[in-house]
């Protein structure tokens, strides 16, 4: 069970101002490549589906961000809101990364959110495609391991 005492502010019911902070909250921490950290915004029996992998609770969480990070290197990422109602919202998203060989993709996607009242993520589907990049046509060059700065474009700003 998760403690009650336990919440991730913005919490639900969302407005379109809170559901842009959650969005961007859930950007920032997916950007830290820390995977304990990261889970912690997901109730201890959350449901993901992630491209074909269905997994359930923060260890699983936990592991599987632990394996992506070690393939998907020098991961950036940027989330938009698509849409939201009361307690789900729905982001697109893109980010760049580089296999162990040091080839570049640019993985597009969509995730489905659905909140508990404590603002914790009770379900996460995420459909994910990869798109082989060169080098020089990555977008994202901020510092690696840290959020995107704010003066940095959304996705919009640079036409994904």
Avoid: C
């Amino acid at each position: 069970m998760n403690d009650p005492g336990e919440q991730r502010p913005p919490l639900p019911p969302f407005t379109r101002e809170s559901a842009i902070l959650k969005v961007r909250k859930a950007e920032n921490a997916w950007n830290t490549r820390d995977p304990v950290k990261v889970s912690l915004a997901y109730t201890t029996d959350s449901w993901w589906r992630n491209r074909s992998t269905f997994l359930q609770g923060r260890p699983a969480i936990i592991d599987f961000l632990t394996d992506k990070w070690e393939r998907e290197r020098e991961y950036r990422l940027i989330k938009e809101l698509w849409a939201f109602t009361n307690d789900k919202i729905a982001v697109r998203f893109a980010y760049e990364w580089r296999n162990a060989a040091g080839a570049w993709f640019r993985a597009y996607g969509n995730e489905n959110w659905a909140f508990d009242e404590n603002g914790l993520m009770r379900a996460r589907y995420a459909s994910i495609n990869d798109l082989p990049i060169l080098e020089g046509e990555r977008l994202y060059r901020w510092k690696s391991s840290g959020p995107r700065p704010p003066n940095h474009p959304g996705l919009s700003d640079l036409g994904l």
